[in-house]
C-alpha cells in the first residue's frame, strides 16, 4: 500500500522553522565580521581574538543549523515517495533464480530445493535483522521504490538506503548480478530527481556467507572500484557470516 503523506501542520512547521534561524545567524555572522575588521583598525588584540572565537562559533553553529535543515527536508520528502509492496510473483522468480544458482553450484537435485529455498528465507531474514539492529533505524522489507523492487529499504538522514540480498556459497557475485543491481539503483536516483526529493539514493549490497576464511578474504579482494566504475551513487558493502547470524539469533 502507498505511503500516505503526512501533511499535519507540526509536519510543515518542521520545515519553516529553521528560516528565519538562518537569517537571523547570518545577521549575526555579518555583525561578527564587522566587529573584526574594527578591532584590526584599531589594533585591539583582545577585541580580535574575541571576534574571531565568535565568527568559529558561528560558524560551527551555521553548519549543525543546516544539517538539520536537510535532514527536516529529507524527512519530508520521504512523505512523498510511495511504497508499494513488491509484486509476490516478482519476490517469488527472484527467489527462485538465486536458489536455482545456489543449487548448481552446490550440484544440489531437484529434489533438495525445497530445503535451499527454506534456508535461504531464514538467512535472508536473519540479515535483515542483523541491519536494523545495527542501524538502530527500521526499515521496509519487499519493497518497491520508484517501481524498482528491493529485499529491503531504510532512510538514515538525507540518505535512502535500498538493500540488495545474495547468498553466497562461492567467493564469487558475478558480475551481472551486479549490473543488475546498479541499474536498478540508477532508475532510483533517477526517479528522485525528477520529483525532486531531496534524499540521496544509496544501494546496499548485503552479501550472506558460508564461506572459510580463505575464501571471504578473496571475496573481499574481488570488490575493487572497477566493478563499480558505472555506479550514479554511493555503494555499501555488508558481509555477514551465515553461521554467526544463526549464532546470534537462532542458537541458544
Same mark, same amino acid.
Given at each position: 500500500?502507498?505511503?500516505?503523506?503526512?501533511?499535519?501542520?507540526?509536519?510543515?512547521?518542521?520545515?519553516?522553522?529553521?528560516?528565519?534561524?538562518?537569517?537571523?545567524?547570518?545577521?549575526?555572522?555579518?555583525? %561578527?565580521?564587522? #566587529? *573584526?575588521?574594527?578591532?584590526?583598525? =584599531?589594533? !585591539?588584540?583582545?577585541?580580535? &581574538?574575541?571576534?574571531? @572565537? +565568535?565568527?568559529?562559533?558561528?560558524?560551527?553553529?551555521?553548519?549543525?543549523?543546516?544539517?538539520?535543515?536537510?535532514?527536516?527536508?529529507?524527512?519530508?520528502?520521504?512523505?512523498?515517495?510511495?511504497?508499494?509492496?513488491?509484486?509476490?510473483?516478482?519476490?517469488?522468480?527472484?527467489?527462485?533464480?538465486?536458489?536455482?544458482?545456489?543449487?548448481?553450484? %552446490?550440484?544440489? #537435485? *531437484?529434489?533438495?530445493?525445497?530445503? =535451499?529455498? !527454506?534456508?535461504?528465507?531464514? &538467512?535472508?531474514?536473519? @540479515? +535483515?535483522?542483523?541491519?536494523?539492529?545495527?542501524?538502530?533505524?527500521?526499515?521496509?522489507?519487499?519493497?518497491?521504490?520508484?517501481?524498482?523492487?528491493?529485499?529491503?529499504?531504510?532512510?538514515?538522514?538525507?540518505?535512502?538506503?535500498?538493500?540488495?540480498?545474495?547468498?553466497?556459497?562461492?567467493?564469487?557475485?558475478?558480475?551481472?548480478?551486479?549490473?543488475?543491481?546498479?541499474?536498478?539503483?540508477?532508475?532510483?536516483?533517477?526517479?528522485?530527481?525528477?520529483?525532486?526529493?531531496?534524499?540521496? @539514493?544509496?544501494?546496499?549490497?548485503?552479501?550472506?556467507?558460508?564461506?572459510?576464511?580463505?575464501?571471504?578474504?578473496?571475496?573481499?579482494?574481488?570488490?575493487?572500484?572497477?566493478?563499480?566504475?558505472?555506479?550514479?551513487?554511493?555503494?555499501?558493502?555488508?558481509?555477514?557470516?551465515?553461521?554467526?547470524?544463526?549464532?546470534?539469533?537462532?542458537?541458544?
Amino acid at each position: 500500500m502507498a505511503k500516505e503523506f503526512n501533511n499535519s501542520l507540526t509536519q510543515f512547521a518542521q520545515g519553516e522553522s529553521l528560516v528565519p534561524l538562518g537569517v537571523l545567524t547570518s545577521i549575526v555572522f555579518v555583525f %561578527l565580521v564587522l #566587529g *573584526t575588521v574594527l578591532s584590526v583598525y =584599531l589594533g !585591539s588584540r583582545p577585541l580580535i &581574538a574575541i571576534f574571531g @572565537a +565568535l565568527i568559529v562559533a558561528t560558524t560551527v553553529f551555521a553548519y549543525q543549523n543546516f544539517v538539520q535543515f536537510r535532514r527536516l527536508a529529507a524527512a519530508r520528502c520521504e512523505g512523498r515517495i510511495s511504497w508499494e509492496a513488491a509484486n509476490p510473483e516478482v519476490q517469488r522468480q527472484n527467489l527462485n533464480l538465486e536458489v536455482l544458482e545456489l543449487s548448481r553450484i %552446490l550440484d544440489m #537435485g *531437484t529434489e533438495q530445493l525445497s530445503d =535451499l529455498q !527454506s534456508a535461504y528465507i531464514v &538467512a535472508e531474514d536473519l @540479515a +535483515l535483522r542483523q541491519i536494523q539492529h545495527e542501524e538502530k533505524i527500521p526499515l521496509l522489507r519487499h519493497v518497491s521504490v520508484c517501481g524498482v523492487p528491493f529485499n529491503a529499504v531504510m532512510i538514515k538522514g538525507d540518505v535512502l538506503f535500498c538493500a540488495e540480498i545474495s547468498f553466497l556459497v562461492s567467493p564469487d557475485l558475478r558480475q551481472d548480478r551486479i549490473d543488475a543491481m546498479l541499474r536498478k539503483i540508477e532508475t532510483v536516483d533517477k526517479g528522485l530527481k525528477a520529483m525532486g526529493i531531496q534524499l540521496r @539514493a544509496k544501494l546496499m549490497i548485503v552479501l550472506i556467507t558460508q564461506l572459510n576464511t580463505e575464501e571471504e578474504a578473496r571475496l573481499r579482494g574481488s570488490f575493487g572500484k572497477q566493478r563499480f566504475h558505472d555506479s550514479p551513487v554511493g555503494i555499501e558493502i555488508r558481509f555477514l557470516d551465515f553461521e554467526a547470524l544463526q549464532k546470534i539469533y537462532v542458537t541458544d
